[in-house]
């Protein structure tokens, strides 16, 4: 049964020195304690440890051929997007990124791909380099939830998207820089709670402010770890537009009518979530990720989908493989 991992992460082994560059502060950086082991650290306090999973193809491929995965789609890891900065900054961090993450796949290219990042505090130095990316052989663009205090319903942020369907570029929405974090200071709870949150509010903000109506249907969208709340909860929301003219003001449709407009992951972690999930969302609207290769991933990958005994073979190997070959064009 073929596997393509669509939702995987990397780090660079060390980091230009865009703090001197710039003259500006709280560049991300790398210090390693050996060759395998690794911490990033933010203005000097630790953000994440990493092992060399992050920056290493070789140990990848290795534990892509000992987990059975065919093709592996890899993305930096958000706390880089820099969106905060200004745009020269934000771009040149980007693509310096994007080049280095095509030197990660150049080992085996068949089976490592990559989706590039752009500066979306500016929409036409992102378009612009999106459209560099892909040609240069990216195979899609990931892109944070939101850019400050917009959200994906941003106008610019629309333009963005339009500019994506148009030239074939699917999008990885993955959440970062999470609510609250003052009532969460412990236990990873904006990773446990804020997270899933971010995402639904993602998820909503298309469909309420009747954004999709404006986007294109070639658009390819995925939402990662499994759309966060929002498959648990759209009930929910359908029960509000009903009720409430509020809820309707923008979205002229059932918020559950434009659930064939994104695709979502598989990083639910319980068979009875990806039960609901598949349910939810269809079995064609499910991909494999598994958001290798940090502990909060699936650590045996696929596992929960082949496993899984309510799912006939025809559905499994849709999630593992044929939904993403698809959605980023990968039988061309």
């Known amino acids: 049964m073929k596997l393509i991992d669509m939702h995987a992460h990397f780090f660079p082994a060390s980091l230009p020195d865009f703090a001197a560059r710039f003259n500006s502060q709280g560049w991300p950086q790398v210090v390693h304690k050996n060759a395998e082991q690794a ?12 092992t060399h999973a992050c920056w290493d193809s070789q140990k990848r491929l290795a534990d892509m ?30 693509a310096w990124l994007n080049d280095q993450a ?63 369907a148009d030239i074939g570029a699917p999008v990885l929405i993955h959440p970062w820089d999470m609510m609250a974090p003052e009532r969460m200071p412990k236990y990873m709870l904006p990773w446990l709670v804020a997270m899933p949150a971010e995402t639904q509010l993602s998820i909503l903000s298309l469909i309420l402010s009747g954004a999709f109506e404006r986007l294109p249907r070639s658009l390819k969208i995925c939402f990662a770890h499994g759309g966060g709340s929002f498959p648990y909860l759209i009930g929910r929301v359908d029960n509000a537009w009903k009720h409430r003219d509020i809820v309707r003001e923008d979205c002229p449709n059932l918020p559950s009518s434009y659930m064939d407009r ?42 929960l989908v082949k496993s899984h005994d309510e799912l006939g073979a025809q559905t499994k190997q849709r999630i593992l493989a044929d939904n993403a070959a698809e959605f980023f064009n990968l039988n061309q």
């Open 262 to 303: 994104f695709y979502v992951d598989s990083a639910v972690f319980h068979p009875d979530a990806l039960a609901l999930l598949v349910k939810t969302m269809g079995e064609e609207r499910v991909m494999l990720g598994s958001d290798y290769p940090f502990p909060l991933g699936e650590q045996v990958i696929g596992e």
């Open 102 to 164: 095509l030197e990660l796949c150049t080992p085996d290219s068949q089976r490592l791909k990559a989706l590039c990042q752009v500066p979306m505090q500016d929409i036409d130095a992102a378009c612009a380099e999106v459209s560099r990316c892909m040609a240069n052989g990216h195979v899609g663009v990931q892109i944070g939830n939101h850019v400050g205090l917009k959200n994906l319903d941003d106008e610019g942020i629309v333009t963005f998207l339009h500019h994506c």
């Open 65 to 94: 051929d000992k987990l059975g995965i065919d093709i592996q789609i890899m993305c930096a890891t958000p706390v880089l997007f820099a969106y905060h900065r200004p745009v020269e900054q934000a771009l040149a961090l980007a």
């Open 39 to 50: 911490d990033i650290l933010i203005d000097g306090k630790l953000f994440r440890p990493i």
